[in-house]
């Protein structure tokens, strides 16, 4: 098969785990480039904010798998795992009531800005296979995320939902920041929903989104974790 974007990839055994490590990390060697020696926390740091991605470990689960699950988080991956994987106690979630949890720091002038939480989680625990499509979904926003790749990630999130669970997620609105991250075939209802049940302000000449959002888009905002990536202070 094809190693398309967008989709599911199953890359076969334990042993071949090192190709989808290696892909990410070309990401921000390649297209970023970052340096990649001696430089973990950068290239994981990058992966985090930027790479919209998210692992699986479903069937046995094994102490393998476990390892395999912890070492996607380290390299900034989340990962969903099957409900077997409690037996090893383990589960990085994330509190959206802790706004200051989810504040991160502006590369550009080292500000703090308060974003979405995207990723909520690092490590989730996965009741049921249609639990798990719908939180991969969920994963893989990230604060970097531009108009278009956010509309894509927000139509799957809500497609998935809508199919297996017959509703919207509850928390669509907080990955909102401007009108056109909006799913275009649900475009006008979510821009009514969004005045009338949550008090947002729309321009309904321009269709435009006037307060409300947790932040505004911006193109060129540079997320991080680390104080040392900052290239200028205010």
């Keep these: 098969g094809g190693f398309d974007g967008r989709n599911i990839c199953n890359i076969g055994s334990c042993v071949s785990n090192a190709h989808i490590h290696g892909a990410a990390i070309k990401v921000a060697t390649i297209f970023a480039g970052r340096n990649e020696r001696a430089n973990y926390d950068d290239i994981a740091d990058y992966i985090l904010s930027k790479v919209g991605a998210c692992g699986v470990a479903w069937g046995a689960y094994s102490q393998k798998a476990a390892s395999i699950a912890t070492g996607f988080n380290r390299l900034g991956v989340p990962a969903v795992v099957q409900s077997h994987s409690v037996m090893y106690r383990r589960a990085f979630l994330g509190r959206t009531d802790k706004k200051e949890d989810w504040e991160i720091i502006d590369a550009r002038d080292g500000s703090r800005v308060y974003c979405e939480p995207a990723p909520e989680h690092l490590l989730y625990v996965a009741e049921t296979v249609e639990e798990c499509m719908l939180m991969m979904a ?33 928390d669509w609105p907080i990955y909102v920041r401007h009108a056109s991250d909006l799913p275009l075939k649900w475009k006008e209802d979510m821009m009514k929903e969004l005045e009338s049940k949550y008090g947002w302000e729309i321009d309904w000449k321009r269709k435009a989104i006037l307060s409300g959002p947790i932040r505004k888009v911006d193109v060129s905002f540079d997320p991080t974790n680390i104080e040392r990536k900052i290239r200028t202070k205010k």
Excluded at 143 to 158: E, V
């Design 138 to 170: 969920k994963l893989c926003f990230r604060p970097s995320d531009n108009s278009q790749g956010r509309m894509i990630k927000l139509t799957h999130y809500c497609d998935i939902c809508m199919k297996y669970f017959g509703c919207m997620p509850p």
